[in-house]
C-alpha cells in the first residue's frame, strides 16, 4: 500500500508526559481484555451483513461499492459540473459536513473565484445547513436559476433545515428556470421512506428527466454516510471516486486485522478511552497543520460528538433469526462521551494553544501533520531568519514545536500523519476515525450509530409548528415543561 497513513502515539504515553496524564502499561495491561473484545465485535458486525444493516454499521462496506454504480454517479457528475455554472448543494449535518470536509480537503483553495482552478467545472456552494435567511438570500440574487444545479440531500427526508430551505431554492427555481426546473434537481435520500422521496418520486413519474434520484443505502448514519451520500458531490469536482474508495479499503484493512497492535484506529480509541476514563481528559482537540483539513476536523467533532455522547448504555438483544438488535438499556444511565473541539495549526497556536499549555490539564490534543504539501512557497533570501526557509517546512517545526510545549507540560497528544493529501489518504483519514469512534463505542459500551440527543430541538419545532403524528407523551412532556423566562432575569 502507497501513501499509508500513520499515527504517532508516543506523547499519550506515561514515559512522555508523566504517570498523572500519560497512558501506561498498566493501564493497556487492564483495558486489554476489552480491547481485544471491541475488536472481535466489530470484525464479527462487519461480517454479519444483517446485523450491520440493522445497527447502523452498514458504513464499514462502504469501501466496496459496485462498479457501474460508481461509474454512473461519475458521469452524471461531469455532466452536471460541465453544463452548470453553480452548483447548490442542501443538507446538514451528515448530509453536509462530510461533503464539505471534502471539498475543502481535494479542491485547490479558493476553488469558486479562478475557474483555472476549476478546470471548467461548476462552483459548488453550501446551504440548508442552518436557518438563517441571510447567506441563501444572498446567493439567490446573485443565481441566475438557468444556470444553477440543485443537489438535495436528506437521508430522512423530513429534517427542517433543508426542507425549508429546498422549498425556497425550488420556488426560486420554478418562477427563474421554466416548467423543466426539476430537471435541474437531484435528490439523495432514503430510498423508499420520507417526504422528500414521496416528493421527488411522485414529480419524477411527470416527467423522467425531472427530480433524478441517489437512494441511500439502509443501515448507513449520515455522519458515516460521506462515501455513500456525498459521492455526487466528489463527482461533481472531479475527483475520481475509485481513488476514494481505495484509500477506504486501504484502512477497512488495516482495522480489521485480528491484531489491535496493527489497527490504527483501535489504538487511537483505546488511547483516548484510558486518557478519558483514567486521567480525565474530557475533551478532544483535533488541530490538522494544514488548512485544507480545517473542515475535516469540523466533520470530526460532528461524529464524535453525536456518536459517542450518550445517556443510556447500550443493550443488545439477540432476535430470533440470530441477528442483534441494540436498544438504550433504561436502567443504565452512564452519560458519555469526550467533548470534540476542532482547531488548526497555526492559527489557534495564537487562540487556544494557551489553553492547551497552562489551562486545566482535562485534554488531548491530536494533531494531523501533513508531510507534502502540492505547493512550495519559500521566502526570499535575505539576511533574516527566514530567509529561503520554505513554509512547509515552518509549518513543520510549529507542528514539532507544539508537540514539544504539550509534552514539556505534561499534556498527552498524538499526530496523524498523512504522508500528503489526496483522495486517497483522505479517505484513509476518514474511515480511521469512524472505525475509532466505532471502537470507543465498543469501550464505552453505548451505540455509537444512533443520536437520540438530536430529536427534542426537533420535537419541540414540530410541536410549535403543529406538525401532525406526534407521540402523545412528547407532546404532553412540552405542555407540561414550557420554556419558562422570568424578565427580571433579563438585563
Ligand atoms: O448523523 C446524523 O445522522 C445526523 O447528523 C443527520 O445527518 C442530520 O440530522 C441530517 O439528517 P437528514 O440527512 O435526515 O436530513
Known amino acids: 500500500m502507497s501513501a499509508a497513513l500513520r499515527f504517532d502515539f508516543n506523547n499519550m504515553l506515561d514515559s512522555r508526559v508523566g504517570r498523572g496524564h500519560g497512558v501506561s502499561s498498566a493501564d493497556l495491561a487492564k483495558v486489554a481484555g476489552s480491547a481485544e473484545k471491541a475488536q472481535a465485535r466489530l470484525r464479527r458486525l462487519w461480517a454479519d451483513a444483517g446485523t450491520r444493516r440493522r445497527v447502523g454499521f452498514e458504513w464499514a462496506v462502504l469501501a466496496c461499492q459496485e462498479e457501474g454504480l460508481v461509474r454512473r454517479i461519475q458521469e452524471l457528475g461531469d455532466e452536471i459540473a460541465l453544463k452548470y455554472e453553480q452548483v447548490l448543494f442542501l443538507g446538514i449535518g451528515g448530509s453536509y459536513l462530510g461533503l464539505k470536509a471534502a471539498q475543502d480537503a481535494l479542491c485547490p483553495p479558493y476553488y469558486n473565484e479562478f475557474s483555472s482552478l476549476r478546470r471548467g467545472r461548476a462552483k459548488v456552494y453550501f446551504e440548508g445547513n442552518n436557518l438563517d435567511p441571510v ?53 439523495i435520500t432514503d430510498p423508499v421512506s420520507g417526504s422528500l ?21 439502509p443501515g448507513v448514519g449520515g455522519r458515516y454516510s460521506e462515501l455513500n451520500m456525498g459521492l455526487l458531490h466528489l463527482a461533481i469536482v472531479g475527483i475520481d471516486l475509485k481513488e476514494v ?18 489497527n490504527p484506529a483501535g489504538l487511537y480509541a483505546v488511547l483516548h478511552f484510558l486518557a ?60 458519555v462521551g469526550r467533548t470534540p473541539v476542532p482547531a488548526r495549526g497555526t492559527s489557534d497556536l495564537h487562540s487556544i494553544q494557551q489553553n492547551n499549555v497552562e489551562g486545566e490539564n482535562n485534554k488531548t490534543i491530536t494533531m494531523i501533520r501533513v508531510e507534502r504539501f502540492p505547493r512550495e512557497v519559500a521566502v526570499p533570501s535575505s539576511e533574516g531568519l527566514l530567509s529561503g526557509r520554505s513554509l512547509a517546512d515552518l509549518l513543520t517545526l510549529a507542528q514539532e514545536g507544539t508537540e514539544w510545549a504539550l509534552v514539556r507540560a505534561h499534556r498527552p497528544n498524538c499526530a496523524i500523519i ?61 405542555k407540561k415543561h414550557p420554556l419558562k423566562k422570568e424578565r427580571r432575569w433579563v438585563v
Open 245 to 262: 474508495l481505495a484509500g477506504a479499503q486501504d484502512m477497512a484493512k488495516r482495522c480489521l486485522s485480528p491484531s489491535l497492535a496493527k
Open 418 to 478: 498523512m504522508p500528503e493529501v489526496t483522495p486517497r489518504t483522505w479517505s484513509q483519514l476518514l474511515f480511521f476515525f469512524e472505525w475509532a469512534t466505532a471502537f470507543e463505542g465498543e469501550l464505552l459500551g453505548i451505540n455509537a450509530f444512533d443520536q437520540p440527543g438530536v430529536e427534542s430541538y426537533k420535537n419541540y419545532m414540530y410541536y410549535k409548528l403543529r406538525k401532525p403524528g406526534i407521540p402523545k407523551a412528547i407532546a404532553d412532556e412540552i
Open 276 to 335: 478519558y476514563r483514567k486521567k480525565g481528559k474530557t475533551i478532544g482537540i483535533l488541530m490538522p497543520f494544514a488548512e485544507s483539513l480545517k473542515s475535516t476536523a469540523d466533520w470530526y467533532c460532528q461524529l464524535l460528538a453525536e456518536s459517542l455522547g450518550k445517556k443510556f448504555a447500550r443493550k443488545i438483544v439477540k432476535r430470533k433469526d440470530g441477528e442483534e438488535e441494540w436498544q438504550q438499556d433504561p436502567g443504565r444511565v452512564v452519560h
Open 135 to 187: 447567506p441563501v438570500a444572498t446567493l439567490l440574487e446573485e443565481f441566475d436559476p438557468r444556470k444553477t444545479f440543485v443537489v438535495v440531500i436528506s437521508k430522512s427526508g423530513e429534517t427542517t433545515e433543508t426542507k425549508a430551505v429546498f422549498e425556497v431554492v425550488e420556488d426560486w427555481l420554478k418562477k427563474g428556470a421554466g416548467i423543466h426546473y426539476g430537471r435541474q434537481v437531484v435528490a
Open 197 to 217: 422521496r414521496r416528493r421527488v418520486d411522485a414529480l419524477h413519474a411527470q416527467d423522467p428527466l425531472s427530480f433524478r434520484s441517489l437512494a441511500l443505502l
